[in-house]
Every structure is written in C-alpha cells, then in structure tokens.
C-alpha cells in the first residue's frame, strides 16, 4: 500500500467519521448526559437523509439543513412523548418510533426507495464551486463536515453550560432530586432528545448529500455504529469538561471509521462488518472494566506462579 493510498484511506475515513459523529454527538446527549438510550437513531438518520434530500431536489440546499434537523427534532419530540406523557419505557418508545419512522420516511421519499442526487445542487457541490481554483478544492467534503462539526461541538458545549443545559444533565444524574428542585424533568427530557435529534437528522442530511442519494436503509445500524464510537470516545476521557468529552466522542466517531475503512480495503466480506461492529462495541464496553480489574488480575497471576515455583521447591 503506497503514501497516496494511505492518505486517501485516512481522507474517506476522516470526512466519513465527521459526518457521522453528528449522530454520536447526539447520543452523548441523550445517553451520557440525559441517560436516556433512544433506539429510534436509525430511524431518524434515515429522517434527516430523505427530508434534506427531497428539499435539495426542489432546488433549496442551504434550506436542506434546518429542514432534515426540524424532522429530527419532531421525531425526538414524539420519542419523548411516548415516556414522559404515555409512560412507555424509554427503549421501547425509541423501537416504536424507529418502526413507525420507515413508513413516514418511504411517505418523504413518495413511494420510492431511493433518491438521486446526481444532477442536485447540495451543500458539497456549493463548497465546491466556492473552493473552485484553490489549494483546497479537493477537500470540499472535508470542510463542509468540519464546519458542521465544529459548529455543533461549539452549540452543545454552550448549550450543556446554560441553566436549562445544567438541568438536564441533572435530570440524568439525579431525577428525583431535580423533580424535588421543582424542575419539571418531562420538560428537560423533551427538550433533550428534541436536540439530540435534530444532530441525528443533521448527520443524515450531510451523509445524503455526501454519497448523492439517499435510501431507505441508509440509518440501518447506524445507533450500533454510534453507540460505539461513543463508547471508543468515552474510553479515551470520561471525564473532564464538556467540550473535550464531546471533542473525544469525535475522535472516537474517526476511529471506529478508520476500522471499517480498514476492514473494507483489505476486502472483508461486507455481511462480517456488522460482526466487526459487535466485537468493537464489545471492547470498548469492557475495556475499561479490565483496566480497573488488571491490577487484580495480576497480582492472582503473580500469587499463582508463587504458589507453582514453592511447590516446585518442596519437590
């Protein structure tokens, strides 16, 4: 493998890993910070792609991006409904509105399951024609992701530090002491998962618009893939300030791309990268756990060889 295709590899992994880490974004909110897992993720990525898309088709791409978000933040707002006025549990309202999400997308879509976006003007083709006869011309995908990215990381650190920011993160901490506070927790988790979404649709629209076309299963595992790259980015720092937590979770969002990039180069068999998937989502969870349980496990390693050279010795 040459420096050029190294390079590409990383570009495709990076500009992927961007986009996507929209959606992870959105599930630090709800799962870390509001402690909340919404399952209707892939259903609103889905969402965000064909709204951005038909409204890119009619001839409006700058108005593709608070369309797709509007979307997503409708579909958190039904999720939220569902828990906090109806007491459906919180999993599964996410499956409800996951499943009622791939009627409404196929409705979006008029009746097709795919959209193309060849002959569409998108947020990528007006980057390019504004890059046009510059160094950068080439990296139009890499600054339309990074622009989006920046600016949400910006938004949710701001958004996390306002009072109504503190209470929802109070809400997932604690709920019974912030309903004792007399804070209203339906509304915090309303107002939670309404943002969230709309980074999740936001994801969707961009990732559309990036591969020209959006399809009915383009979200299918995308809350898998999300969940973790969170995960990876929680590995990396758990703690400290919101913006480098959120600042991990992207770099967690590339790596966990960089992998599947990977896996695809070196011609896997594309049925094994859900596989590919589990196993990481597996490591990252338990990694930790055995980083806490090493020094346990090797001192009973230790006291076992012990035991092994004093019996030898008594022999």
Not at 234 to 263: E, M, P
């Amino acid at each position: 493998m040459d420096l050029s295709s190294i390079f590409s590899l990383g570009q495709t992994a990076l500009e992927l890993g961007l986009i996507c880490s929209l959606t992870v974004l959105a599930l630090f909110l709800s799962y870390s910070m509001l402690n909340v897992c919404d399952l209707s993720t892939d259903g609103c990525f889905t969402l965000g792609a064909t709204v951005g898309a038909v409204v890119a088709l009619s001839g409006h791409p700058l108005l593709s991006i608070p369309a797709a978000m509007l979307a997503g933040v409708c579909s958190g707002f039904i999720t939220s409904v569902l828990q906090t006025k109806l007491g459906v549990d919180s999993l599964l309202s996410g499956i409800i509105v996951n499943t009622g999400l791939y009627s409404i997308n196929i409705a979006v879509m008029g009746g097709s399951s795919l959209l193309n976006m060849n002959k569409a003007d998108t947020v990528f083709t007006m980057m390019k024609d504004l890059l046009k006869g510059t160094p950068l011309a080439g990296q139009y995908k890499l600054i339309v992701a990074l622009i989006a990215v920046a600016a949400v990381v910006v938004i949710l650190t701001l958004f996390l530090n306002t009072r109504l920011g503190l209470s929802i993160r109070a809400t997932g901490n604690n709920p019974d002491m912030v309903r004792a506070s007399s804070i209203n927790t339906a509304f915090t988790t309303t107002v939670g998962l309404c943002v969230a979404n709309a980074f999740t649709g936001l994801s969707g629209c961009l990732l559309a618009q990036s591969q020209k076309s959006a399809e009915i299963n383009i979200g299918t595992g995308m809350v898998t893939i999300a969940l973790a790259s969170l995960l990876i980015g929680r590995t990396i720092r758990d703690k400290g300030s919101i913006l480098s937590r959120a600042v991990c979770v992207v770099l967690g969002s590339f790596i966990f791309r960089l992998v599947y990039t990977i896996a695809l180069r070196f011609d896997m068999p594309a049925f094994m990268l859900k596989l590919v998937s589990s196993v990481i989502v597996v490591i990252a969870i338990s990694g930790p756990y055995l980083k806490r349980q090493w020094p346990m496990i090797r001192r009973q390693m230790e006291h076992r060889k012990y035991r092994r050279l004093a019996g030898k010795g008594e022999r």
